[in-house]
Each structure stands twice: as C-alpha cells, then as structure tokens.
C-alpha cells in the first residue's frame, strides 16, 4: 500500500465533482427558468458540490505524470459513481423534493446508473428543474463520466487508458486509435450528435420541447426516466413510440460501431457477429410476442399488436425500461421472456446494462466447441468472435463473470426476501437492478415503484446497480485483500 497513489484517486474525484456542479447548474437554470421554488435548493446543490470538488482536487496534488495501477483505477471508478450520487441527490433532498436520504441516493444512483428504477408515486407533480437534473443524471451516466472527463481533461495523461478500461463495458474495446482520449472524444461527439437528432425529432411529435429534451437524454443513454407518471403512454403517440423505439436500438449498439457509420463506414456495423446476433434477437422476439398476442385475442389490431411488442421488447432488451402497456397482466409466458431479456440485454460498448450479448455468444461458441472435443479430444477448437480467436483467458474471464453474476443473483433473492419483500418481487428487483434495467415484477413492475420497500433493500439495490452498472469485476475487486497487497 505504500505505493499507493491517493493523490490521483482525490484529484481525478475532484475534478469529477466540478465537472457535476456544472451539469447540475444547467438544471438549475431550467428550474429559475420556469420560475419553481426548487432553483434555491438546486443553486446551494451546485455550489456545495462546485467548492467540494474544488477542495478534493487540491488536496490531490500528486503529480499526474506519475503512473497508476488497477487499484487506484477500479477505486478512482467506482468512487466516482458513488460520490456523484452522494452529491448528486442533493437537489433532490435540499428542495423537498424527495425529504428522504435513502430515497433521494437511490433515486440518484439509478440515474447515474441508467437503472431507471424510481421511488416517485406523481413524477407529473415534480418540479421541471429537478426533473431534468434526474434526466442529466442519466444522460452522464449513459457513456459514463470517466470517458467523458477522459475528452475534455488532458490532464489525466498516460492513466487515460487504465480508467478507460475499469469503466467501458464489454470483453474487449473497439479503440479507434492507440490515445484513449481520442477514443473517449469520438464516443462522446457521437453521443452528442445522436442525441440531438433524437431531440429534434421528438419535438416534430406531440411532445413539448421540455418533454423531448428530457426523452432524448433518457433514451440514448437507455436510462428509461419519464416527465410522467404514466411513461411513454401519457401521449398514447404511434409516432412517439416508433422514434423512441428505433433510437433505443440503437442505444444498444456499441457506440464505436455507430461512430463509424456516421462517418459513412456502415461495413463495420454490418459485419460485427454481435450487432447480428442482437438484431435476429429482437426480430425473433418481436415476432413471437407481437403473434401471439394478435393470435390469442389480447391486442386485435395487427399493428398495433406490432408495435407494442416492438416498443417493449426493444426497451427491455436495452434495459430502458420504458413503457406503453402493463406488460405484467399480459401473463407469465410473456413474462419470462421478458426476463430473459432482461438477461440477455444489448451490446458491449453500448449504454444498457446487463450480461451482453457478446458474452453470449462466446459461451455459446466454447460450449458447442466442447461437444466437439467430445469427438475429437485432442482437436484444437478457439472461439472465434468477428473471424477472431477470442484468447482463452477471456473466455475464463466471462465464464467466472457468468459464476458471479448468477451467484450474487441468488444470494440477492435471499437477502430482498428476508428484509421483507415478496419472493416475485425481490427476483424482479435484483434482475432489474443488477441489469440496469428499471422495471421489476409484481408491485414493482410496468409503472410501479420502488418507494415502498424497506430502506435496508433500497441500499442494497444501489450496490447491485453499481456492481451491474461496472460489470461486477470493478467493484468486487476492492472487497479482496489480496487485491490491496503490494
């Protein structure tokens, strides 16, 4: 531990800190702005978390030349996503808005997260300030915030790549060129430019300028956060429903993919095996479920039967979470596929959560690989991703991420029931959380919320959205000791 670098871990936290004060200032003009009570309350927000990070940063004064290890990186990461919740759900707790400390972090880690799971019982009474701040908060936290100070903080020099990699999801990076900060630039402009389009077209529609603003950050980032209580079904809009379906898709597709497209290059997009794979998995499930429920009586008009399923598929699978019907009474055949989803989720280097679809396919591959050596023992079989061999030591990697995740979903079904939770519900709850995708089961699924289960689950939900949302590996490192020996 004594070559430990905290003054880099207190310093990059700072600066983090400023960088928050700064988009939560934004929010408080949208609250002066229309005149609300709450713009006090997000003003002292701002200023507290602006001379914080200002007092972090220079009580960090280690020289940022020095190079850093995993320990400072996976600390530095998942701090971030800690502190900036702590300092974030002020704007909610100073203003009244959400008086609860365990209600106003969980609100906010959710955010930060792009969970999208709420404690609100009347979002419409909320206040637009702290409405838009709670969709900021998942707009950051869509690309994350690491690879946004990455773009615009050079200081962070030859330790860019390192916290690049204890934050981007996925088994390996598509890198664009060998300068992390280049990379981090690149995602971000497309990030941007993706959702400004997205801005436009909603305001086209029977949304208000406020609303489409707000969609437009809780879209592309897959966060699912609605301005209404009754979500996407408030405007009861085909128009709506197809826009925010399509940008959804493709809020679920690794950004570096979409980068290139717009750069006229659609050959890499169309040639990655994963992006296939994630759009033969919507296909078949929005055929199955749009089928059966024109078929079995339950939606009698075929379109419309189309495009619920469309919409509901698309925003399970990219853990939005956002939605049109009350999927919940549809019954439990459709349930389970929702699950599943939930599961599966979109691609690597995209803004959902969940295992990813990569995973998948590697795990698919190395086991038909073992059949095959049933047969042929002494045969050489790599998995092959993108016509590459996958190394043998990241199919490890994924099999032990599988043990893990599995793992602590059961022991997470145990915890939630004990503390009180019914056992459909406490399933719902960590699948949700631990996926990032928003919507649970029981009371907690379509438009239910969290606000009613017990304070000790709300904690304990905010650790499995931080473990989902850093894809476990990050965040249980800090928790071994042999992690910490010199």
Not at 319 to 332: L, P, R
Not at 361 to 376: D, G, P, S, W, Y
Not at 459 to 481: H, Q
């Amino acid at each position: 531990m004594s070559n430990f670098n905290y003054r880099f871990v207190l310093k990059t936290l700072g600066f983090l800190l400023i960088i928050e004060s700064l988009f939560m200032m934004a929010a408080t003009v949208v609250s002066f702005y229309y005149h609300e009570v709450a713009g006090d309350a997000m003003l002292i927000s701002s200023t507290i978390t602006f001379f914080a990070g200002i007092f972090i940063r220079l009580v960090g004064t280690d020289d940022y030349e020095k190079p850093i290890g995993k320990r400072e990186s996976f600390l530095v990461v998942s701090l971030t996503w800690v502190i900036l919740s702590a300092f974030g759900m002020l704007p909610f707790y100073l203003s009244g808005g959400i008086p609860d400390i365990s209600n106003a972090f969980f609100e906010t880690m959710s955010g930060f997260t792009t969970t999208g799971a709420s404690i609100l019982t009347n979002v419409d009474a909320m206040p637009k300030g702290l409405l838009f701040w709670r969709s900021i908060t998942q707009w950051i936290g869509g690309i994350g915030i690491i690879v946004f100070a990455l773009a615009v903080l050079p200081m962070l020099g030859g330790n860019a790549s390192v916290l690049y990699d204890a934050e981007t999801t996925g088994i390996v990076h598509e890198r664009f060129r060998p300068r992390i900060t280049q990379v981090a630039k690149r995602l971000w402009i497309t990030y941007v430019v993706v959702t400004s389009i997205l801005f436009v077209m909603l305001c086209l529609g029977p949304m208000t300028f406020f609303d489409s603003a707000c969609h437009a950050l809780t879209t592309m980032s897959t966060g699912g956060y609605s301005t209404k209580q009754a979500n996407i079904a408030y405007w009861n809009s085909p128009y709506i429903e197809y826009v925010l379906s399509i940008f959804m898709f493709i809020g679920g597709v690794n950004f570096s993919l979409i980068f290139f497209l717009l750069r006229g290059i659609p050959k890499k997009l169309l040639k990655d095996e994963e992006f296939r794979w994630y759009a033969m998995i919507c296909l078949v499930f929005i055929a199955v479920i749009s089928l059966c429920l024109y078929f079995s009586g339950q939606i009698n008009n075929f379109e419309h039967s189309f495009r619920t399923s469309l919409f509901q598929v698309i925003s399970i699978i990219t853990t939005t979470g956002f939605t049109t019907v009350n999927y919940m009474g549809w019954g439990a055949f459709y349930i389970f596929l929702f699950c599943l989803l939930m599961l599966f989720c979109a691609c690597a280097g995209s803004t959902s959560g969940g295992i990813k679809i990569v995973r998948i396919i590697v795990l698919v591959k190395n086991a038909i690989n073992e059949f095959k050596r049933q047969v042929h023992p002494n045969a050489i079989l790599p998995v092959r991703l993108n016509n590459q061999v996958v190394p043998i030591d990241v199919v490890t990697k994924i099999l032990a991420f599988m043990f893990l995740y599995l793992a602590i979903l059961g022991v997470s079904f145990l915890v939630l029931s004990f503390s009180g939770i019914t056992f459909e519900e406490s399933i719902g709850a960590a699948v949700s959380c631990m996926g990032n995708v928003g919507p649970g089961l029981g009371e907690i699924g379509h438009n239910g919320h969290f606000n009613a289960i017990p304070s000790f689950s709300k904690w304990y939900l905010c650790f499995l959205m931080l473990t989902g949302r850093l894809e476990l590996f990050t965040v249980l490192s800090l928790f071994m000791p042999a992690f910490w020996r010199k």
